[in-house]
Each structure stands twice: as structure tokens, then as C-alpha cells.
């Protein structure tokens, strides 16, 4: 009896030429332009260097979230401060941003002037991989507003915490 005569794959070639290399400012200018894509909330400021650092590739495409301040550093820094303070969603994953969201929908769908005045004052500690406890304080600083929310479930599961009490003293059940 014969035996089959194996049949030999051919390995893929690696090609030897040289990899489309781009100026580290190109790169940053268009991880920029991904970022802004991917992050509504993105604000770019910057003080003329809009072209040596490539963030013109930012500035064509989101003209309304791109702001120029010429060689005026120092103000650039009022003005980052003052973006800041604006009801922005900053986050570092897209649990948190839905938490942020699904939290600032419930404030603002509540009709508390005084919870909607102090929604800057929010802070958030994570309970587990998709819940979020979130917290906006009273006017008086001391009595705070809370509620759970799993991030997990579309929409995200809102539940008012009636404790009252700050995540600063907080104890996970």
C-alpha cells in the first residue's frame, strides 16, 4: 500500500519593503482626529502650533470644538479651566461615559434646580466591572443625591440610593 504524498503548504512571503513611515506630529495629529471621532466630548486647544503638532487634521473636521488662542499660553490654561467646568462627559471607558449619561439624564429629567445647579459636583466610585454608584451634592455640601446604576442592561439601570450619603463614606454592601 502507498502512502499519501503529503501536501506542503507554502508559508506565507513577508514582504521586505520598508513600512509607510509618517513624522511622530502626523501621528498625533490623526490619533487626534480618531479620538475626536470615537469622543464626542474632545476639545482641542492649542497655541499656534496648529501645525506643527498636526492638530489641523482636528481643527478641519470639528471646527466648533477647536479652539486656536494664538501665543497667549497663559489664558489657553483660563480657558481650559473654564471648559472644564462645563457638563462635559471626561470618562476612560464607555461604562463610565454611559454611567455619566444614563446619571445626568436622571438629574436633569428630575426638574431639582438644585441637583441640576450642583451637577458639576457629581462623583462616581465603582461598585463592580458594570455598576457605578454616583452622587451629587446639595447645596449645603453636606446631604448628597445618589443612585446605583448598571451600566451592564441597555438602557442602563437606573435605582435611587436614598442614604444620602457621600462616596467618600460610602461602604459597599
Avoid: W
Avoid at 457638563?87 to 454611559?98: A, G, K, M
Avoid at 466610585?125 to 443612585?147: K, N, P, Q, S, W
Wanted: aromatic content about 8%; glycine content about 6%.
Amino acid at each position: 500500500m502507498s502512502q499519501p504524498t503529503p501536501v506542503l503548504a507554502e508559508a506565507p512571503v513577508k514582504s521586505l519593503a520598508k513600512p509607510e513611515m509618517k513624522r511622530t506630529r502626523e501621528g498625533f495629529g490623526h490619533g487626534l482626529l480618531d479620538l475626536g471621532e470615537k469622543k464626542p466630548n474632545v476639545f482641542v486647544l492649542v497655541g499656534d502650533l496648529s501645525g506643527s503638532t498636526n492638530v489641523s487634521f482636528f481643527a478641519e473636521k470639528y471646527p466648533e470644538r477647536f479652539l486656536q488662542v494664538g501665543i497667549a499660553e497663559q489664558n489657553m490654561m483660563c480657558v481650559a479651566a473654564g471648559l472644564a467646568a462645563r457638563p462635559l462627559v471626561v470618562s476612560e471607558t464607555q461604562d463610565t461615559e454611559r454611567n455619566a449619561k444614563a446619571f445626568r439624564n436622571l438629574i436633569l429629567n428630575s426638574g431639582d434646580d438644585e441637583l441640576i445647579r450642583n451637577l458639576e459636583t457629581a462623583n462616581t466610585i465603582r461598585l463592580g466591572e458594570d455598576f457605578f454608584r454616583t452622587c451629587v451634592a446639595r447645596d449645603d455640601r453636606r446631604h448628597y443625591f445618589c443612585a446605583f446604576i448598571d451600566t451592564s442592561k441597555h438602557p442602563a439601570d437606573v435605582d435611587v440610593d436614598g442614604s444620602a450619603e457621600p462616596n467618600s463614606t460610602f461602604k459597599a454592601p
